[in-house]
């Protein structure tokens, strides 16, 4: 089962623009987290937000977290060629919870 | 930061066989294990969660006899993917996760192809 959607689905962009990536999940959660994910390759996780945060930041990557309307943002500033990947969101409750993912967002950054 | 080995990183196997695919924790307790499935261009699915030492909890619509599940110690995991046919054709990855914790820490992936 998976845990929420994100949007886009499918996002290209020129070199340097900036990408944003919108999750949204169903449950009450402890965490989100988003990982990034090179065709056919492992995970790389990016950066986590517990539910007590509204922002985070790290490196070009800027993440918030809205618990009231259930909904995460991931904004990569300044895209480069190698952050073309598919990236996910996943939500995690309590210490005992399973993580779940979200459906991911395909971000390909034009030359 | 805290390393999960997955091995084999790829496999090819005859129909009907069976695979085993190992999940190490390198350098902490892995509790809790993860196993997912992700098939081409979707994201990961849940396949079942395993506690160290107790059976393994399997997600709505995934066949416990056919992915075999073991968790006997606390830095392995192995999944069995058992009778494999073309349509357990898949990237499978796990995910290891120390009591107490509600970070998982991802290993690399098998990708898994059944002729």
């Known amino acids: 089962s998976q845990q929420g959607e994100e949007d886009p689905q499918a996002l290209s962009i020129q070199e340097g623009e900036n990408a944003t990536m919108n999750c949204s999940y169903k449950?009450?959660?402890?965490?989100l987290q988003w990982y990034r994910q090179n065709s056919g390759r492992g995970l790389v996780h990016l950066i986590l937000i517990r539910s007590n945060e509204r922002e985070k930041h790290s490196g070009r990557l800027r993440v918030t977290l809205d618990t009231s309307k259930k909904s995460s943002s991931l904004l990569i500033t300044a895209s480069r060629a190698a952050d073309t990947a598919s990236y996910f969101c996943?939500?995690?409750?309590?210490?005992?919870?399973?993580?779940?993912f979200g459906s991911g967002t395909r971000l390909s950054i034009r030359p | 930061g805290a390393v999960v080995s997955q091995h084999p990183s790829r496999v090819i196997c005859k129909s009907g066989t069976s695979v085993k695919i190992e999940c190490r924790s390198l350098d902490f307790q892995a509790t809790t294990m993860f196993w997912y499935r992700q098939f081409p261009k979707q994201s990961l699915m849940l396949m079942a969660t395993s506690n160290e030492g107790s059976k393994a909890t399997y997600e709505q619509g995934v066949e416990k006899d056919k992915f075999l599940i073991n968790h006997a110690s606390l830095t392995l995991s192995t999944l069995t993917v058992t009778s494999a046919h073309p349509e357990d054709s898949s990237f499978y990855i796990c995910?290891?996760?120390?009591?107490?914790?509600?970070?998982?820490?991802f290993g690399q992936g098998t990708r898994l192809t059944v002729v």
């Open positions: 996943a939500t995690g409750g309590s210490s005992a919870s399973k993580i779940i």
């Open positions: 449950t009450s959660i402890n965490n």
């Open positions: 995910s290891a996760r120390q009591q107490g914790y509600t970070e998982a820490f």
